[in-house]
């Protein structure tokens, strides 16, 4: 077992600890703090996987942003949120079941393929060909225009949505 | 050297926890929370991918990456209604949510 390897379990069992936590633990703020600490995890898999721009995304724009809207909508809808009643829906066993089949047939599948190995060499530069590509017109720049749409019309109907009607002042 | 099945039974388990999540918590909040754990184990997916069948092409993390815009997207909107939600409603409650029920 290498040292990647070892990396490897560690980084994965911590992410899925914190993971768990995050689906079953009753303070929703607790399951958010975990949700960063999954994410931060998540974040070292990527540095395992030579993608040091997406570990770099990740902790910038999930840890940074969406992870601490989340504490905000949490603490925005405090009052219900108390630890009061069940935090489970009556029918959470059929979830669990489900969740549970989906992963045994999933890693069984997994398992019987074979799958390629690691190629040989470095990935190089890969921020500057990510760069590039995004922007050239032979490559991604049409999705990357239409992503940079959605989360303009997101923005503008998250305000819109969000935004307290006049007859309920 | 790591196999790519790994990566892939982790992001496997990752993404079941978030179904669980999904299916089996009442509180909108935590529904979304594990929209966002499914959404990483796609990345994760993603990326392990890209690393092991060809990474000189950066077709794998150009997708990420639009998940990660889609991922964020989704994020402000989910939490914008929830917040519209709890202003009107007074609730958060996947069940007391029922307007649009027949």
């Known amino acids: 077992m290498t040292a990647s390897q070892i990396f490897f379990l560690l980084f994965a069992s911590a992410t899925l600890v914190a993971a768990y936590l995050v689906v079953t633990v009753r303070n929703l703020i607790h399951a958010a703090l975990w949700l960063v600490a999954s994410l931060l995890g998540i974040a070292s898999i990527f540095v395992l996987l030579d993608a040091s721009f997406m570990a770099t995304v990740e902790i910038v724009l999930y840890i940074g942003a969406i992870a601490i809207l989340i504490v905000f909508a949490v603490m925005l809808t405090r009052r219900v949120m108390e630890d009061v009643g069940p935090q489970r829906t009556n029918t959470w066993w059929f979830g669990a079941i489900l969740a549970i089949l989906f992963f045994a047939s999933a890693s069984t599948l997994i398992w019987l393929t074979q799958w390629p190995t690691l190629p040989e060499g470095d990935v190089g530069n890969t921020v500057l060909i990510l760069g590039k590509s995004l922007v050239d017109p032979s490559k991604y720049v049409v999705p990357f225009e239409i992503a940079s749409v959605l989360l303009i019309v997101a923005l503008i109907g998250s305000i819109a949505v969000a935004l307290p009607s006049k007859q309920s002042e | ?102």
Do not use: H
Not at chain 2, 37 to 51: D, K, P
Not at chain 2, 86 to 91: D, G
């Open chain 2, 1 to 102: 050297m790591i196999p790519l099945a790994w990566y892939l039974t982790f992001a496997a388990a990752l993404f079941c926890l978030g179904l669980y999540a999904v299916l089996a918590r009442q509180n909108a909040v935590a529904i979304l929370m594990g929209i966002e754990l499914m959404l990483n184990a796609v990345i994760v997916n993603l990326i392990a991918f890209w690393r092991y069948n060809e990474p000189e092409n950066v077709s794998g993390q150009a997708f990420a990456i639009i998940v990660f815009a889609v991922a964020a997207a989704e994020a402000a909107v989910g939490l914008a209604l929830i917040i519209s939600i709890y202003r009107r409603r007074e609730t958060v409650m996947a069940e007391e949510i029922d307007m649009m029920k027949w």
